[in-house]
């Protein structure tokens, strides 16, 4: 299990997230998996995307957590970064899923379209997921 490498387990995109005081769970308020934009460019209102990332084998030392999203074309319209760390001789439990939102400002829409949002630790990408912005002009999708 040690040289296993660091896995996604989730991406997902909210309006807002609430840690919870006491238990430290997670609540994610207005989850979607779509942008319906009345116009473009289109500025996004401030949103959470939430990374479950789980295996992690360091202790003593932080680790770089970057996400980006992407056009098509693998231009960076968006990033931030964060770092997860263990405290020194204290292994993280194998069944640990570490939870991280990035909260996401200033996120610009020059176009409909497919966007990608990827997940690097240390340097590495672990994960990635796609996502749609649609003019509201587009049919509903009805699941």
């Given at each position: 299990?040690?040289?296993?490498?660091?896995?996604?387990?989730?991406?997902?995109?909210?309006?807002?997230?609430?840690?919870?005081?006491?238990?430290?769970k997670?609540?994610?308020?207005g989850?979607?998996?779509?942008?319906?934009?009345?116009?473009?460019?289109?500025?996004?209102?401030?949103?959470?995307?939430?990374?479950?990332?789980?295996?992690?084998?360091?202790?003593?030392?932080?680790v770089?957590?970057t996400?980006?999203?992407?056009?098509?074309?693998?231009?960076?319209?968006?990033?931030?970064?964060?770092?997860?760390?263990?405290?020194?001789?204290q292994?993280?439990?194998?069944?640990?899923?570490?939870?991280?939102?990035?909260?996401?400002?200033?996120?610009?829409?020059?176009?409909?379209?497919?966007y990608?949002?990827?997940?690097?630790?240390?340097?590495?990408?672990i994960?990635?997921?796609?996502?749609?912005?649609?003019?509201?002009?587009?049919?509903?999708l009805?699941?």
């Open positions: 299990m040690e040289n296993e490498p660091v896995v996604i387990q989730a991406i997902l995109l909210s309006d807002h997230v609430i840690r919870e005081a006491g238990s430290n997670l609540s994610l308020i989850c979607f998996a779509v942008w319906n934009a009345s116009f473009f460019p289109f500025p996004a209102p401030k949103f959470v995307i939430t990374t479950f990332i789980g295996n992690f084998r360091k202790c003593g030392v932080e770089v957590v996400l980006r999203i992407e056009t098509t074309n693998k231009h960076v319209i968006w990033s931030a970064m964060g770092k997860v760390g263990f405290p020194p001789n292994q993280p439990p194998p069944e640990l899923l570490v939870e991280i939102p990035f909260q996401a400002q200033g996120v610009a829409f020059a176009e409909p379209g497919r990608t949002i990827r997940v690097i630790v240390d340097g590495d990408e994960g990635q997921r796609d996502f749609y912005v649609r003019p509201l002009t587009a049919p509903t009805h699941l």
